[in-house]
């Protein structure tokens, strides 16, 4: 009859899609099993590279630290030496425009009356004639700016070389106002001189600055200016 066809049919189509399922289902569990078999192959595999990663790390990392705290402690060791060095040698502006480090010694105690002493030393060196005398005067590191060159002489082949000419006039010197200047290891002494040229009687006034530094036992001549009286050219 039409009612036993048509539950014929419908028992077909349950019967087919019940196989179907099956098939998937089946099919899902073999997936399953498969990637559950991969990754446990995979893991075991990968254990001894990845014990293996994990050590390299650990030594890297403990390079790493091990670095670290070596570069901290040499520059602690920096900063503790430019500590010490920074208060052995306090920097002084004054003292170190005026001295050589290298060769300045420990400057003794010297009275104002002993600073305007000094100029009789290079005075007296002047009446030697000799330039070689004279430049002995100035330390190590000197500059002078003399009277009649326009060039700064600021080593002593320079220095001897004015004095090679000037002296040939035979100047000798009175300081006829003095300004003297003192610091912890240097002084200064400026004022008014007048110079008497020997070979020919001709007086010249100028002004002078010399600033002496303590050097190899004496006190030397660091900086000397002279310049004549400018007024005269003024009118």
């Not at 099993?33 to 790390?57: D, E, N, V």
């Not at 003794?108 to 004279?134: M, R, Y």
């Not at 001189?193 to 190899?216: L, S």
């Amino acid at each position: 009859t039409v009612q036993n066809k048509a539950l014929a049919v419908l028992s077909a189509k349950l019967k087919a899609a019940h196989l179907r399922l099956t098939i998937r289902s089946d099919r899902q569990v073999q997936s399953n099993q498969q990637t559950h078999l991969t990754s446990t192959m995979f893991s075991r595999a990968a254990r001894p590279a990845m014990r293996s990663l994990a050590r390299a790390s650990a030594t890297r990392a403990a390079g790493a630290r091990a670095a670290s705290t070596l570069i901290t402690q040499q520059a602690g060791a920096s900063v503790q030496a430019m500590n010490a060095l920074s208060l052995a040698s306090p920097l002084n502006t004054r003292s170190f425009f005026f001295s050589s480090a290298a060769k300045a010694d420990a400057a003794p105690a010297i009275s104002k009356e002993e600073v305007q002493g000094l100029f009789s030393l290079w005075n007296d060196a002047l009446a030697t004639l000799d330039p070689d005398t004279v430049a002995k005067r100035y330390a190590s590191t000197s500059v002078l700016l003399p009277t009649v060159s326009d060039t700064p002489r600021t080593d002593y082949e320079s220095i001897k070389s004015y004095f090679v000419d000037f002296l040939q006039k035979k100047p000798q010197g009175v300081i006829l106002e003095s300004n003297v200047i003192q610091g912890d290891d240097w002084c200064m002494d400026a004022g008014i001189y007048e110079f008497t040229m020997g070979a020919t009687g001709d007086k010249v006034k100028a002004r002078y600055t010399y600033v002496y530094q303590f050097e190899e036992g004496e006190w030397k001549i660091a900086h000397h200016h002279s310049s004549v009286m400018p007024e005269a050219f003024l009118g």
